[in-house]
């Protein structure tokens, strides 16, 4: 989470790139409340697509799941 006073300077943006630069599995996972549109635009700006949507997490605000593949899987 960014302090609204630190916003849209890009702290975001380079949070999920760090996560991802030492995230050890080819998947990442991340969710927003579907009231958090300002994270969920976060989402689809940074390569996340919608994967699901977890009911009954918050009383009448469904959590939405994202995911990212972020290399090839190894076999």
């Known amino acids: 989470m960014v302090a609204p006073e630190y916003r849209r300077r890009g702290i975001a943006t380079s949070l999920i790139h760090y996560i991802e630069s030492i ?13 958090n549109t300002i994270m ?5 700006r940074t390569g996340f697509v ?10 009448d605000d469904p959590e939405v799941v994202y995911y990212k ?3 090839e899987e190894k076999t």
């Open 50 to 59: 919608p994967s699901g949507v977890i009911d009954n997490l918050d009383d």
């Open 40 to 44: 969920q635009a976060l989402c689809g």
């Open 23 to 35: 995230c050890p599995t080819a998947k990442l996972f991340t969710s927003a409340n579907q009231s």
């Open 69 to 71: 593949r972020l290399r």
